[in-house]
C-alpha cells in the first residue's frame, strides 16, 4: 500500500516537474523570437531615414560590413544547430543590412560632390 502511495506521488511529482520544464521552454521560446523579431527589424528605421533623407554620410561603412559577417555567420551556426529561430532572424537581419549597403553605395555619391561645393 505503501509503495502505491509513493509511486502515485512520484509520479505526480514527475508531471509536475515535466509541466514547468515545458513553461521554461516555452518561455525561452518566447525570449528568443522577441529577441529575433527586435533583431530583424532593427535597421528598418535606418533604412526609413536614408530613404527620406538620402544622407548616408554619419553611417559606418565597416560597421555595415562587419554586422552582415556576424548575420551570416550567425546563419551558419543556426544551421550547424539546427534552430530555425536564429536561421530565420539573421537571414532577415543579413537582407535589410544589404538593403542598407546598396543605399550607402548609392547615395555616398551624393556627399563627394557636397563635399567639393564646401
Avoid at 514547468?20 to 530583424?40: C, K, N, R
Amino acid at each position: 500500500m505503501a509503495e502505491r502511495k509513493n509511486r502515485k506521488n512520484t509520479q505526480r511529482l514527475m508531471k509536475q516537474r515535466y509541466s514547468l520544464v515545458a513553461m521554461m521552454d516555452l518561455l525561452w521560446y518566447a525570449v528568443g523570437s522577441t529577441a529575433a523579431i527586435l533583431t530583424m527589424f532593427g535597421f528598418v528605421p535606418q533604412i526609413s531615414k536614408i530613404l527620406k533623407t538620402k544622407y548616408v554620410r554619419d553611417i559606418s561603412f565597416i560597421m555595415l560590413i562587419q554586422t552582415s559577417m556576424g548575420a551570416s555567420l550567425w546563419i551558419a551556426y543556426g544551421f550547424h544547430i539546427n534552430d530555425p529561430i536564429i536561421i530565420v532572424a539573421n537571414i532577415v537581419s543579413l537582407s535589410t543590412l544589404i538593403v542598407v549597403i546598396f543605399l550607402f553605395l548609392t547615395y555616398r555619391s551624393n556627399h563627394k560632390s557636397e563635399d567639393k561645393t564646401r
